[in-house]
């Protein structure tokens, strides 16, 4: 394929590092009837890069600066869009806006196109192969940590299901942010132990008797996070809520909690956050700054990217998998 050119108002990145996610192997799954993009694709919703080129009109941006793409682009014009939340554009489908990766040509290649200076946030000193993965597996659990933050109080319990990409990046933000008890919940030693070397109090494996065991420990979490999102782990995380808790469900497994009376505990919300704000990313970018957050990161080329996928469906990545374009 030929090298991009930015058009008005765009600019062209060589990109640094993009970010290998777990949505992107839900994309691959999808038959033809049920992708609303077209194809051919390239995948990569996380991206990092320097600036090599800019379109008409740019501002902002200056040439070789080292920055990270914010990834949910919207109109930048709506009521939710004005607030910085272009992760819940009203016009982004009516418009055929997609993000990069999911529906735009996205960052795992040499050059990616970002249609508006906006959507790019400075690294600055930031290092982009090992923050890359903040722009979604930051900024997400950031966003679905937030709403939480007035129900962690001291003496409450949260609980993380994956501690994968998000899920690990999740723990130490509780950590940094609350003073709660972090339990985390997974399918494998290995991935318990990195959950523990992050900040986790507590590590239990992820299987049919987990919930008797939070519950247990904690007699209901205030606030409760799944990043799987399959049948499974939604039932667990909707278990082990207590009363006028918060469930999130961030992973897109296809499960579906149960809610109503009786189905859950009394007064408990369950919420299913997007990705986040401009604004939030850039807090994010400033926790890493400050050093409050450690993405656990493994490198491939970009001849090596279908095995960084195979480990990854394999659940053998541990951490973030990072696609090196131009390494």
Same mark, same amino acid.
């Given at each position: 394929?030929?090298? =991009?050119?930015?058009?008005?108002?765009?600019?062209? @990145?060589?990109?640094?590092?993009?970010?290998?996610? $777990?949505?992107?192997?839900?994309?691959?799954?999808? *038959?033809?009837?049920?992708?609303?993009?077209?194809? =051919?694709?390239?995948?990569?919703?996380?991206?990092?890069? *320097?600036?090599?080129?800019?379109?008409?009109?740019? #501002?902002?941006?200056?040439?070789?600066?080292?920055?990270?793409? /914010?990834?949910?682009?919207?109109?930048?014009?709506?009521?939710?869009?004005?607030?910085?939340?272009?992760? /819940?554009?009203?016009?982004?489908?009516?418009?055929?806006?997609?993000?990069?990766?999911?529906?735009?040509?996205?960052?795992?290649?040499? /050059?990616?196109?970002?249609?508006?200076? #906006? $959507?790019?946030? =400075?690294?600055? %000193?930031?290092?982009?192969?090992?923050?890359?993965?903040?722009?979604?597996?930051? !900024?997400?659990?950031?966003?679905?940590?937030?709403?939480? @933050?007035?129900?962690?109080? =001291?003496?409450?319990?949260?609980?993380?299901?994956?501690?994968?990409?998000?899920?690990?990046?999740?723990?130490?933000?509780?950590?940094?942010?609350?003073?709660?008890?972090?339990?985390?919940?997974?399918?494998?030693?290995?991935?318990? %132990?990195?959950? #523990? *070397?992050?900040?986790? $109090?507590?590590?239990? @494996?992820?299987?049919?008797?987990?919930?008797?065991?939070? #519950?247990?420990?904690?007699?209901?979490?205030?606030?409760?996070?799944?990043?799987?999102?399959?049948?499974?782990?939604?039932?667990?995380?909707?278990?082990?809520?207590?009363?006028?808790?918060?469930?999130?469900?961030?992973?897109?497994?296809?499960?579906?909690?149960?809610?109503?009376?009786?189905?859950?505990?009394?007064?408990?919300?369950?919420?299913?956050?997007?990705?986040?704000?401009?604004?939030?990313?850039?807090?994010?970018?400033? !926790?890493?700054?400050?050093?409050?957050?450690?993405?656990?990161?493994?490198? /491939?080329?970009?001849?090596?990217?279908? %095995?960084?996928?195979?480990?990854?469906?394999?659940?053998?990545?541990?951490?973030?998998?990072?696609? @090196?374009?131009?390494?």
């Amino acid at each position: 394929m030929p090298d =991009p050119e930015p058009g008005p108002g765009q600019v062209l @990145l060589k990109v640094s590092a993009a970010g290998v996610c $777990h949505s992107d192997i839900a994309v691959m799954s999808w *038959t033809a009837e049920q992708l609303t993009f077209p194809l =051919p694709l390239t995948l990569g919703h996380e991206g990092a890069g *320097t600036v090599a080129a800019v379109g008409d009109g740019v #501002r902002g941006v200056e040439i070789g600066e080292s920055v990270a793409v /914010y990834g949910p682009w919207g109109c930048g014009a709506c009521v939710m869009c004005a607030q910085g939340k272009e992760n /819940y554009c009203v016009r982004a489908d009516e418009l055929g806006i997609m993000p990069p990766g999911l529906g735009a040509p996205g960052a795992i290649a040499e /050059y990616l196109v970002v249609d508006d200076a #906006r $959507h790019l946030v =400075p690294l600055g %000193e930031l290092e982009p192969v090992a923050n890359v993965s903040l722009t979604d597996a930051g !900024l997400t659990p950031y966003h679905a940590i937030k709403g939480t @933050l007035p129900k962690l109080v =001291p003496g409450s319990a949260a609980v993380v299901i994956g501690t994968g990409g998000l899920g690990h990046v999740a723990i130490q933000l509780l950590r940094a942010l609350t003073p709660a008890r972090v339990i985390a919940l997974d399918v494998s030693e290995e991935k318990l %132990e990195l959950a #523990r *070397t992050v900040g986790a $109090h507590e590590a239990v @494996l992820s299987d049919e008797r987990a919930a008797d065991r939070v #519950r247990a420990m904690t007699g209901g979490a205030q606030a409760v996070f799944d990043f799987v999102g399959v049948g499974p782990t939604v039932a667990t995380a909707t278990s082990v809520a207590a009363a006028e808790a918060e469930v999130v469900i961030v992973g897109i497994g296809g499960g579906v909690a149960q809610v109503g009376f009786g189905a859950i505990a009394f007064d408990a919300s369950v919420r299913a956050p997007y990705w986040g704000s401009r604004g939030e990313l850039i807090e994010v970018l400033e !926790l890493a700054r400050a050093g409050v957050v450690d993405v656990h990161v493994e490198t /491939y080329s970009l001849d090596e990217a279908p %095995e960084a996928y195979e480990r990854l469906h394999a659940g053998k990545v541990n951490g973030r998998a990072v696609i @090196l374009p131009n390494g």
